[in-house]
């Protein structure tokens, strides 16, 4: 597979906000470094081609672009099927001094269509991976997003207005679809801390802001910013921009950055930028 079929099949790439703004300086074609301590991370979901012999070409790929870490996507029953693959993966990106996370996510996760079980099965999976081979994953990283208009589940999240917008019913919907979110990753979040391994996960940039109002979920008679409920459950908290305009990305992010500012035990946040061909 060419370097360029390698590009084309990672949907996105991801770096840490630092990395981005110190990079946009630098054009002497030299290998672009992180500052210590900082993540530049690639999402791969074409996890058969890189399996199938693509992995020693990921290496490069991923060596010539600085990468940390790459969240490699995987079903629960491929820890099994390609165990020897993954660990030769593994062993390689290991001696490059990257970092593998298994990837899981789709809408269908939700209640409304199967449920989280085959999301759960893929995290336990990993950590029974972790249990059989010398070759570790760093930790799981899930790619779950509950708001509407992606060809599987219900109406639920009701895209497009504000919080105040909602009627009380469409406001009953939203809350299940984000509290039904909130339990899934705070059970992932716990499995993984359970085998003392990390977790991540790949968020909207709408959870501080939606159409001008933060995102809250109703609790107990009130109602409490869904940001504070999230992000202390991650140590990658991976904001999805969807744009490939860095200025653009640095506003969409700046309400996670400020918060995450005010935490005492702050996850890594990282910004995604969105690249093409």
Same mark, same amino acid.
């Given at each position: 597979m060419?370097t360029s079929?390698?590009?084309a099949?990672l949907?996105?790439?991801?770096? +840490?906000?630092?990395?981005v703004l110190?990079?946009?300086?630098?054009?002497?074609g030299?290998?672009?470094s992180?500052?210590?301590?900082?993540?530049?991370?690639?999402?791969v979901?074409?996890?058969d081609?890189?399996?199938?012999?693509?992995a020693r070409?990921?290496?490069?790929?991923?060596?010539?672009?600085g990468?940390?870490?790459?969240y490699l996507?995987?079903r629960?029953?491929?820890?099994?099927?390609?165990?020897?693959?993954?660990?030769?993966?593994?062993?390689m990106?290991?001696?490059?001094?990257?970092?593998?996370?298994?990837?899981?996510?789709?809408r269908?996760?939700?209640?409304d269509v199967?449920?989280?079980?085959?999301?759960?099965?893929?995290?336990d999976?990993?950590?029974?991976?972790?249990?059989?081979?010398?070759?570790?994953?760093?930790g799981?990283?899930?790619?779950?997003?509950?708001?509407?208009g992606?060809?599987?589940?219900?109406?639920?999240?009701?895209?497009?207005r504000?919080?105040?917008?909602?009627?009380?019913?469409?406001?009953?919907?939203r809350?299940?679809?984000?509290?039904?979110?909130l339990?899934i990753?705070?059970?992932l979040a716990?499995?993984m801390?359970?085998?003392?391994?990390?977790?991540?996960?790949?968020?909207?940039?709408? #959870?501080?802001?939606?159409y001008?109002?933060?995102?809250t979920?109703?609790?107990?008679?009130?109602?409490?910013p869904?940001?504070?409920?999230?992000?202390?459950?991650?140590?990658?908290?991976?904001?999805?921009?969807y744009?490939?305009?860095p200025g653009?990305v640095?506003?969409?992010? +700046?309400?996670?950055?400020?918060?995450?500012?005010?935490?005492? +035990?702050?996850?890594q #946040?990282i #910004?995604g #930028?969105?690249?093409?061909?």
């Amino acid at each position: 597979m060419t370097t360029s079929r390698w590009i084309a099949a990672l949907v996105c790439a991801i770096a +840490s906000l630092v990395v981005v703004l110190a990079d946009a300086g630098a054009r002497d074609g030299s290998r672009p470094s992180a500052p210590p301590g900082a993540v530049r991370a690639l999402w791969v979901w074409k996890s058969d081609a890189v399996l199938d012999g693509g992995a020693r070409e990921l290496v490069e790929t991923a060596t010539a672009a600085g990468i940390t870490d790459i969240y490699l996507y995987l079903r629960a029953g491929t820890y099994v099927a390609r165990e020897a693959q993954i660990e030769r993966t593994l062993t390689m990106l290991a001696r490059h001094g990257i970092r593998v996370w298994g990837m899981e996510g789709w809408r269908g996760y939700f209640s409304d269509v199967e449920g989280p079980r085959g999301l759960l099965a893929a995290a336990d999976a990993l950590v029974a991976f972790n249990a059989r081979n010398t070759a570790a994953f760093a930790g799981f990283h899930s790619d779950l997003e509950p708001h509407d208009g992606q060809d599987v589940g219900q109406a639920r999240f009701h895209n497009g207005r504000a919080q105040s917008q909602l009627t009380a019913p469409q406001r009953s919907d939203r809350d299940a679809v984000l509290a039904e979110w909130l339990k899934i990753h705070e059970t992932l979040a716990g499995t993984m801390r359970a085998a003392g391994l990390a977790y991540g996960g790949a968020l909207p940039d709408w #959870v501080d802001d939606y159409y001008g109002e933060p995102v809250t979920l109703g609790a107990q008679g009130r109602r409490e910013p869904l940001l504070a409920r999230l992000m202390p459950l991650f140590a990658h908290y991976v904001i999805m921009s969807y744009n490939t305009d860095p200025g653009q990305v640095v506003t969409r992010v +700046s309400g996670e950055m400020a918060y995450a500012r005010s935490l005492s +035990s702050p996850p890594q #946040v990282i #910004v995604g #930028v969105c690249t093409g061909c």
